[in-house]
């Protein structure tokens, strides 16, 4: 099955800074990679998704980018806030409607 | 749009008893949901895959008789933790997936957290 490894499992950068997080997958069948921001105690929210049909996709101060050939892909927070201190979950599945399986996680931490 | 909910938010039960957990769609029919486990600290562990109609299919380790799972409506599924014990403490939470557009891919629900004394 699919094994995604997700780095780094904790992550502090001082705000207004970028963040970066990158994921790795095994299957080369994976062709849909959601990412999600989670609170303390809340439900893991998607904040961006690609396909395996784009290289890169940008939304206001978060990007995702993906390579294919070496299955890996990441996310990237520019400019960040307070408010971008979370766990952040990538996820790699075969099209939308099967199976996500999740990385291990990123505490982000934001500093003031 | 894409909004579920979950009901009950937490749950505190004894040893024994059996506790259910709703999540609902609430603005768009889910062909799929599916049913996950979080432990503190850790990541999204995946209990079950129901579709509307149909059986779940359970991941391994997951037992299917004490994890009961009814997707009954394109907008409703249930998990029935039966004869619950603590070590089925845990935060529950369900996504659901719709089959277009913006639903096309996983929303999840706010979770439950149940704790069993």
């Known amino acids: 099955g699919e094994n995604v490894e997700q780095h780094p499992s904790t992550l502090s950068v001082q705000e207004g800074d970028s963040a970066v997080i990158k994921c790795t997958y095994s299957d080369s069948a994976s062709n849909y990679f959601p990412w999600y921001k989670q609170e303390l105690g809340k439900r893991p929210q998607l904040i961006i998704d690609i396909r395996s049909n784009v290289g890169e996709k940008k939304d206001q101060r978060i990007a995702v980018t993906l390579n294919k050939t070496a299955k890996h892909f990441s996310l990237h927070i520019t400019e960040t806030q307070p408010e971008d201190s979370a766990v952040y979950f990538c996820?790699?599945?075969?099209?939308?409607?099967?199976?996500?399986?999740f990385g291990t996680g990123t505490s982000l931490t934001v500093i003031p | 749009g894409a909004v579920v909910s979950q009901h009950p938010s937490w749950v505190i039960c004894k040893s024994g008893t059996s506790v259910k957990i709703e999540c609902r769609s609430l603005d768009f029919q889910a062909t799929t949901m599916f049913w996950y486990r979080q432990f503190p600290k850790q990541s999204l562990m995946l209990m079950a895959t129901?579709?509307?109609?149909?059986?779940?299919?359970?991941e391994q380790g997951v037992e299917k008789d004490k994890f009961l799972i009814n997707h009954a409506s394109l907008t409703l599924s249930t998990l029935t933790v039966t004869s619950a014990h603590p070590e089925d403490s845990s935060f529950y939470i369900c996504?659901?997936?719709?089959?277009?557009?913006?639903?096309?891919?996983?929303?999840f629900g706010p979770g439950t957290r149940l704790t069993v004394l």
């Open positions: 129901s579709n509307e109609g149909s059986k779940a299919t359970y």
């Open positions: 996820a790699a599945s075969i099209n939308t409607g099967n199976q996500f399986y």
């Open positions: 996504s659901a997936r719709g089959t277009s557009g913006v639903t096309d891919t996983q929303y």
